[in-house]
């Protein structure tokens, strides 16, 4: 292989990389924006009821947990590894914790 091609392919697998981890970065931080948000759009004292009709369109359909007393809702990440987690916790129809985890 001459030395030109080696620049080229190498420039070209340089840029791949580049553009695959930026791909990863934005993926990662628009997940977890999206769960904090969910967390932060029902503060404890909110309505449990409206957590719960927010959880039925929110998150990814597979990790998505809806009980009387606890929602859960995950954004993925870098599938399948990366999941963020907002679950909030209910009691006499109100919203009475709100926590984000980061589960990888």
Partial sequence: MSAKKLVIWTAALT??????GMAVGVA??????????FCY???VGSPYADAEIAARVSGDPRHRLIQADEISIAYIGLPPFSRHVC???????QVIDARYAHLD
């Fill in 28 to 37: 990662e931080r628009n997940a977890e924006e999206r769960a904090r948000e």
């Fill in 41 to 43: 759009e029902f503060p």
């Fill in 87 to 93: 679950t909030l916790k209910g009691a006499s129809g």
């Fill in 15 to 20: 840029t791949a990389m580049f553009g695959v």
